[in-house]
């Protein structure tokens, strides 16, 4: 069991592992688009840690299977289950409240213009937004309320919802288990000696399109609060 020692913590996921597991894992997945505070949790760089460790966090929570595989099947399916859900709620609170949000004043958690460059992520890329959002920090966390202010099918958005959230879940953890596995058989490395290099790049790979985009993008000023 970990201590908490300063707000790094925070940002690193194996504090989260050591912390509280699976069961801290699940919630934090959940929060990240389902209480729309999360976003500046570790998402990405969450899920690969988590399956470098699936084995002794399935182990300690429910049990292991004795399969490698199994257990890291039942820990990708477990987070897409709370992403799924998750999306859902945020989805339900944009049809009902999201409007309002244009209107919110910018606080701590939340800030106003991730909600824009979310509406024109969606605004562009269309239904597969919903997919594609999965894999883009932030905007996943608004992606779903945008969904729901401007009424997108709630089927059609249930079954990208599910499509996004087991790409994202089982190809980041699995990742990161047979990752870990190739690079200890055949080099002789183990990922978890380096971590911080591990989420400096996944880091990095996640947000530098996003910072070009708000650095280069188009500015939207519209306002939407009618819709």
């Not at 989805?91 to 909600?115: R, S, V």
């Not at 729901?148 to 959230?165: C, P, S, W, Y």
């Not at 047979?178 to 690079?183: A, M, T, V």
Request: proline share 3%; hydrophobic share 50%.
């Amino acid at each position: 069991m970990g201590n908490f020692e300063s707000w790094k913590d925070l940002l690193n996921p194996e504090f989260y592992i050591q912390m509280g597991g699976f069961w801290l894992i699940l919630f934090i997945i959940f929060a990240e688009t389902g209480l729309f505070v999360g976003f500046f949790l570790p998402g990405d760089s969450l899920l690969f840690v988590s399956g470098i460790y699936a084995v002794e966090i399935i182990n300690e929570s429910i049990g292991s299977t004795g399969s490698d595989f199994l257990d890291t099947t039942i820990l990708a399916t477990a987070v897409a289950l709370a992403a799924i859900i998750g999306n859902e709620v945020g989805y339900w609170f944009g049809l009902k409240a999201g409007p309002a949000l244009y209107k919110k004043e910018d606080t701590f958690l939340f800030k106003k213009k991730y909600l824009f460059q979310a509406h024109d992520f969606f605004e562009q890329h269309g239904a597969l937004a919903v997919i594609m959002a999965r894999f883009l920090p932030v905007v996943r966390t608004f992606t779903p309320i945008v969904a729901g202010i401007v009424k997108m099918d709630k089927g059609r958005f249930l079954i990208d919802n599910i499509i996004g959230a087991f790409l994202w879940s089982f190809s980041l953890i699995f990742a990161g288990h047979y990752l870990d596995k190739i690079f200890l058989d055949e080099f002789g490395i183990d990922l978890k000696t380096h971590l911080e290099i591990i989420i400096l790049i996944i880091v990095l790979v996640t947000t530098v399109p996003l910072v070009l985009k708000f650095f280069f993008g188009k500015k939207n000023t519209k306002d939407y609060s009618q819709h």
